[in-house]
């Protein structure tokens, strides 16, 4: 379930934005990670998730909506339609449901959750809870051959694992989050995270610490489900022109992934692994790399090229936004940039007060000139811009705190002309947004 606290507010020209603040309301008062509630008001409203296509179940740290995107970008190339549950959104709700391809319209989605409120008649529940069924209701009622469900939070108790038979779980690399509620050791959260998996349902197992794999080898033990890990029952590898996808069947030469970095790799081998895991389906070989040539993932080492923040900066600097936002992410986001021209680079920070922001920032520093912190607008959750700094400053990073995303980018843009001089055109930097989905969902919005 996704951690107690207010739902991020709404753009206020956002039709949906009186049910979801009704929604917000019912929020308990406390939470007991457990799923009594959602399975209630399943109940009541018909056990629609009893009534799904078949379900593909992924829970992890880092790159499960990664997966999720590579694995509907591959499905669809085999000409299947595809539901995809995932969160957060980044500047409109209905990017949480996906019906058979496109993402849900305003007008089915709020009669789903008005009917979701009906039913639930007032009882506490939390926002997840509620827009997850209404989520379920979509499914059931509109034709598709397969679902994509992404876990919100964990596993155990997340308002995903209602599903009592999955055709296929994955296990995306699995590290330090919501401790608060997962637990403070990797064996903790991975028991965790390992919760999804089901009475002989075979799961797809990306690279996991030693740690997480004892503890999920050990769940896998006692629900009798087939693992097919990474490194030990197939492999993937970069290539100077792809990748190189292997098990003890065939061996796959695909093309690069859409997305970026070492880590999409990853992220792209362990879907390819589900698409071969699938059963009842039949992705061939080239539509697998069709999805890895088409997936469409926002936020995930995206350039943006256009729009007001653009325009703040001197010509030739780049910027990019990224929605990484904990260590592991942190180190992949270090990595991805350095497979990028070397150029000098600027962040722009944003994070969750539920996040680390030490040790999202450590990683990052070698490559950094300094850092401008805010807080994110609208989220009561985010860490406020002078502590944010604060975090940045011990770990060694030069970072000053600002007020907007645009005043950031306005001290940036100076920085790197002062840089520059006396050069006439300082076409030679980057600019990095990341630290929360939260935040990229509103640099997207306020960049449009």
């Known amino acids: 379930m996704a951690p107690p606290g207010p739902a991020r507010a709404e753009p206020k020209e956002d039709h949906l934005g ?10 308990p008062k406390a939470i007991d990670l457990s799923l009594d509630r959602i399975r209630a008001l399943l109940t009541r409203l018909g056990d629609p ?4 296509p078949p379900v593909f179940h992924v829970a992890g740290s880092k790159g499960k909506g990664s997966t999720t995107a590579f694995l509907r970008a591959m499905a669809e190339a085999a000409g299947y339609r595809v539901h995809a549950y995932t969160s957060p959104h980044l500047v409109r709700f209905n990017e949480r449901i996906r019906l058979a391809g496109s993402l849900i319209d305003d007008a089915k989605l709020i009669a789903l959750l008005e009917r979701c409120e009906r039913v639930n008649a007032g009882a506490p529940i939390t926002f997840f809870e509620i827009t997850t069924a209404a989520a379920y209701l979509a499914f059931a009622e509109v034709p598709a051959d397969l679902v994509l469900l992404e876990t919100g939070l964990g596993g155990i108790a997340d308002t995903t694992n209602v599903i009592p038979q999955p055709v296929l779980t994955a296990l995306t690399p699995i590290g330090i989050d919501h401790v608060a509620f997962l637990g403070d050791t990797i064996a903790k959260i991975a028991a965790n ?8 349902v075979p799961c797809v197992v990306g690279p996991q610490p030693a740690e997480a794999i004892t503890v999920i080898e050990a769940r896998a033990a006692e629900t009798k489900s087939p693992l097919f890990r990474q490194g030990r029952d197939w492999v993937v590898r970069e290539t100077a022109d792809g990748l190189v996808w292997r098990d003890r069947v065939v061996e796959l030469s695909l093309p690069r992934p859409a997305l ?6 990853v992220n792209a081998g362990v879907a390819v692994a589900c698409a071969r895991h699938l059963s009842g389906f039949a992705i061939a070989p080239d539509a697998i790399a069709a999805g890895l040539r088409q997936v469409d993932w926002p936020a995930r080492m ?7 923040l653009v325009d703040l900066l001197p010509p030739g600097a780049e910027l990019w936004l990224d929605g990484a936002h904990n260590a592991m992410a942190g180190e992949a986001l270090a990595e991805a940039l350095t497979l990028l021209p070397q150029r000098p680079t600027w ?3 944003g994070m969750l007060n539920t996040k680390d922001a030490a040790g999202f920032l450590k990683p990052l520093v070698p490559g950094l000139q300094g850092a401008r912190c ?15 700094t604060s975090a940045a400053r011990s770990v060694g990073l030069t970072a000053e705190p600002a007020g907007s995303a645009e005043a950031a980018m306005r001290q940036i843009a100076e920085m790197i002309r002062a840089d520059a001089a006396p050069a006439p055109a ?3 930097a980057r600019v990095i947004i990341a630290g929360s989905l939260y935040l990229a969902g509103r640099i997207l919005s306020e960049n449009a």
Request: charge should be positive; hydrophobic fraction near 40%.
């Open 18 to 27: 009186p049910v979801l603040q009704r929604l917000t309301a019912l929020h």
């Open 49 to 52: 998730h009893l009534h799904l």
């Open 193 to 200: 995270k390992a919760g999804i998996l089901k009475d002989g």
């Open 260 to 265: 970026l970095g070492a880590h999409q790799v």
């Open 302 to 308: 995206q350039r943006l090229t256009r729009g007001p």
């Open 347 to 349: 962040l722009l920070a």
């Open 374 to 388: 805010i807080a994110i607008p609208g989220e009561t959750n985010s860490l406020s811009a002078e502590d944010l």
């Open 426 to 428: 300082p076409n030679h």
